[in-house]
């Protein structure tokens, strides 16, 4: 929802601009569908649709449109490999569509609903709407003037950090800049990390024994188990394995996490729940800093989320 966001300022802040969208995508193209970028009317630029050349010819054709006056709805197909009119000038193999959308002042009202609801959005030869979340998301190039791109409008993913350390700073920033929601808990209320972790969404003292009463929990969730002693992570795992969730990673060392997946099991556990744990959670870098701990977590949990 950034792109959203950045988009509702510069309207209130009498912009116009233009919404660039990757609307399809094919190959080893460089951005994926749904990747989108702003160019307003002095220049400024925010988001992504890829990088590289491709989109540095989309940024200068947004730009001469403001030049010319023009405002407009379409899309263009970028070829990446030379021999064609719609080269793009790289040679990945892939290929995209991208859409334009103008925005102006007048369509904050737009913008201010899109932000606030949990419908898809239209995009069109006719400029966006929302439309019932029942259509699928999906790309349709009639002609060359009529065209549609729908996508629905995804809130962001959310990660429960229960402990609060020096490795939940870093963990909990980097989240954060991947586009999660991040929430932290503990049960201690004396440490300075609990009190200077000020990026994420809510932070809690909370009583581990009652974790389930405490903290909701999505099915679509993630959970990072962090916390200062084996016991509690223990007692924390018993409880957060009887209800559905996404993900769910333990830091710590191999042999701890063998005895405590030892003692779980002996509680009546099935390791078929325990070796669905990501647990020493973290892609194996041979990190050793707190920030390094942290960019394994958060590698492991990118490559989770998007497999």
């Known amino acids: 929802m950034k792109v959203w966001s950045k988009t509702q300022s510069l309207l209130q802040s009498k912009h116009k601009l233009y919404l660039l969208t990757v609307v399809q995508s094919k190959g080893s193209a460089p951005g994926r569908a749904g990747f989108k970028m702003i160019v307003n009317d002095d220049g400024q630029l925010f988001g992504s ?14 730009k001469q449109m403001f030049k010319d006056g023009i405002v407009e709805h379409f899309t263009i197909e970028q070829i990446h490999k030379g021999g064609s009119s719609a080269s793009s000038g790289m040679i990945c193999s892939g290929s ?63 990660a429960h950090v229960f402990g609060a350390g020096h490795v939940s700073v ?51 969730d993630y959970i990072l188990l962090m916390t200062h002693k084996f016991t509690e992570d223990k007692l924390l795992l018993s409880q957060l394995l009887t209800i559905n969730h996404q993900y769910i990673g333990v830091l710590g060392s191999e042999n701890k ?18 070796n669905k ?3 020493p959670i ?26």
């Open 49 to 62: 649709i890829g990088g590289g050349l491709m989109e540095y010819n989309m940024v200068e054709k947004a």
């Open 96 to 158: 995209q569509v991208i859409a334009f959308n103008y925005l102006c002042p007048n369509d904050l009202p737009l913008i201010n609903s899109i932000r606030q609801t949990k419908q898809h959005i239209k995009l069109s030869e006719r400029g966006i709407s929302l439309v019932p979340s029942s259509k699928k998301t999906n790309f349709q190039q009639i002609s060359p003037n009529h065209w549609s791109y729908t996508e629905s409008i995804v809130s962001k993913p959310i």
């Open 170 to 220: 870093p963990t909990s920033q980097l989240l954060t800049q991947v586009g999660f929601d991040v929430f932290l808990y503990d049960n201690r209320d004396d440490i300075n990390t609990f009190e200077s972790n000020n990026i994420v969404c809510s932070k809690r003292i909370i009583d581990y024994k009652k974790v389930l009463e405490e903290v909701v929990i999505d099915f679509t």
């Open 257 to 274: 996490i063998k005895v405590m997946f030892e003692a779980l099991h002996a509680q009546g556990i099935s390791m078929d729940k325990l």
């Open 277 to 279: 744990i990501h647990a």
């Open 282 to 307: 973290g892609l194996n870098i041979n990190s050793q800093t707190p920030d390094e701990i942290a960019v394994s977590i958060v590698a492991e949990v990118i490559k989770f989320k998007n497999h």
